[in-house]
């Protein structure tokens, strides 16, 4: 009898540990979800003005135009023509920060990397 009782004291007091874990970390996971979101933009930059420390990236999925507000130190080093990914302050048009990529080429650039490996 004693045995028994202390085996379902047991297994309430960890049922409810278990239980009590699981609910904090669903809590905490929209949370770290949210903080995670940030706008991206990938594109061409169309043109640049350092005086009003904005430039303007054609979107490569959309087409459209968007003007993006940075610092002097992120656009200085940006030309027109490149292929950038810029990552925006969540809800603003303000890059956290800004950087060069290189074109996605898709599956032909595969294609020809394979044949010059073969090479």
Avoid: C, W
């Amino acid at each position: 009898m004693n045995r028994s009782v202390v085996s379902i004291v047991v297994l309430v007091a960890l049922f409810s540990f278990t239980t009590l874990s699981y609910s904090q970390s669903e809590k905490t996971a929209p949370k770290k979800a949210a903080e995670a979101k940030a706008d991206i933009v990938r594109g061409t930059v169309v043109s640049i003005d350092a005086a009003k420390n904005a430039i303007v990236v054609k979107e490569k999925k959309s087409g459209t135009e968007k003007t993006i507000m940075a610092a002097p130190a992120d656009i200085a080093p940006l030309k027109v023509g490149e292929n950038v990914k810029a990552v925006l302050k969540e809800g603003t048009n303000t890059a956290e920060s800004i950087k060069v990529v290189q074109p996605h080429t898709g599956m032909a650039g595969m294609k020809s990397k394979k044949a010059a490996d073969k090479k």
